[in-house]
Structures are given as C-alpha cells and as structure tokens.
C-alpha cells in the first residue's frame, strides 16, 4: 500500500479550519505554541482536532509531514507556508 503524503492546506482542511494561504498565514500569526507543549497539546484545538493531531504524529500516518510543518510554523521555525 502507497502512503499519500497531505500538505499543509489538505490538513487545514482536515481540521475544519480556512484553507487559502492568506488564511494559514493569519491562523498562524494569532496561534503559537508554548515551549514544551506538542503540537497536538495546544489549548486551541478542539477535542477532535486533538485526538486527529495526536494520531496523525503517533501513528507517523500521512499527515505526518503536514502536522510537522504545522508545527514549524506555530513554533514560528521558517518555512514556507504553501505554494499556490
């Protein structure tokens, strides 16, 4: 079985959050993460979007990549937030 990789604007959609670049880039200026606390752990996610998170890292699934990135951009780490 294939593992199909998700980008950064197929996870914000997962999430239940606005997808379009503008969109990250503003979710990503008013969110960020404490230092020590998971990505998945963050006191602004909903329950189910915790429990989705968590597995997406514990499970190193698809969205492994995705929530990584994620979390560079709310530990404000450089990175490229998405292409189009």
């Known amino acids: 079985m294939e593992m199909c990789n998700h980008d950064l604007k197929e ?8 997808s379009e670049k503008h969109e990250i880039e503003a979710f990503a200026s008013t969110h960020s993460l404490i230092a020590g606390v998971r990505l998945a752990d963050a006191p602004f996610w909903s329950v189910s979007q915790k429990q989705f ?12 990549n995705a929530t990584d990135h994620l ?7 450089p990175a490229p937030v998405i292409d189009n």
């Open 11 to 18: 996870l914000f959609l997962q999430l239940g959050l606005l």
């Open 53 to 64: 998170l968590f597995e997406a890292l514990e499970h190193d699934s698809a969205w492994s």
């Open 71 to 77: 979390a560079n951009l709310l530990n404000r780490i």
